[in-house]
T-cell receptor, first 112, second 115 residues
């Protein structure tokens, strides 16, 4: 069974803190997405990773394909970062492109 | 603005009623998907399409049907709604693999309540 585990489920931080969200998955994959879901419900794709590390502004995502693990880091966190962060590995089923399997998400709340 | 548009945004149905959710994308993406999101669970794939005229079942297809008559549109139908189909539904589209990037764009969601 394809499984995705995220930790922590909930995270409260003070503004300025360094945040780490972890994701582990059960089978070999070719790529992994990190998504952000705002309190209003909209979902935005932050990163797609197949190896190494990517950085966009204060967000950094890393992946270790062999270890089946990815992390999302937020530096100098801000209240506007409050959202649910979702890990979604691209599992190899359903055709050549594969399909995403979604973690349950990590709810981040950043206090001023 | 380019992207994925879902209609309607909200709907309340009575048990046994039918309805169709519409997803439209203007990015010329080949792949389109319907997901449902329930409290305490990750998004789950209902049906997907890898191109015009093709559809396939996902993880939770029972009670739903889909059609992709035009490349830009992906319709999700509920023939006889049940309270278990109360959920938030998201449509998404993605481009074919170009290099290592599989871009996903999500719609804003449809909140459906079946009473």
């Amino acid at each position: 069974k394809n499984e995705v585990e995220q930790s922590p489920q909930n995270l409260t931080a003070q503004e300025g803190e360094f945040i780490t969200i972890n994701c582990s998955y059960s089978v070999g994959i070719s790529a992994l997405h990190w998504l952000q879901q705002h309190p209003g419900g909209g979902i935005v794709s932050l990163f797609m990773l197949s190896s190494g590390k990517k950085k966009h502004g204060r967000l950094i995502a890393t992946i270790n394909i062999q270890e089946k693990h990815s992390s999302l880091h937020i530096t100098a966190s801000h209240p506007r970062d409050s959202a649910v962060y979702i890990c979604a590995p691209l599992f190899p089923y359903g055709g050549s492109q594969g399909n995403l399997i979604f973690g349950k998400g990590t709810k981040l709340s950043v206090k001023p | 603005n380019a992207g994925v548009t879902q209609t309607p945004k909200f709907r309340v149905l009575k048990t046994g009623q039918s309805m169709t959710l519409l997803c439209a994308q203007d990015m010329n993406h080949e792949y389109m998907y319907w997901y449902r999101q329930d409290p305490g669970m990750g998004l789950r794939l209902i049906h997907y399409s890898v191109g015009e005229g093709t559809t396939a079942k996902g993880e939770v297809p029972d009670g739903y049907n889909v059609s992709r008559l035009k490349k830009q549109n992906f319709l999700l139908g509920l023939e006889s709604a049940a309270p278990s189909q109360t959920s938030v539904y998201f449509c998404a589209s993605s481009s074919q693999a170009t290099g290592e990037y599989y871009g996903y764009t999500f719609g804003s969601g449809t909140r459906l309540t079946v009473v």
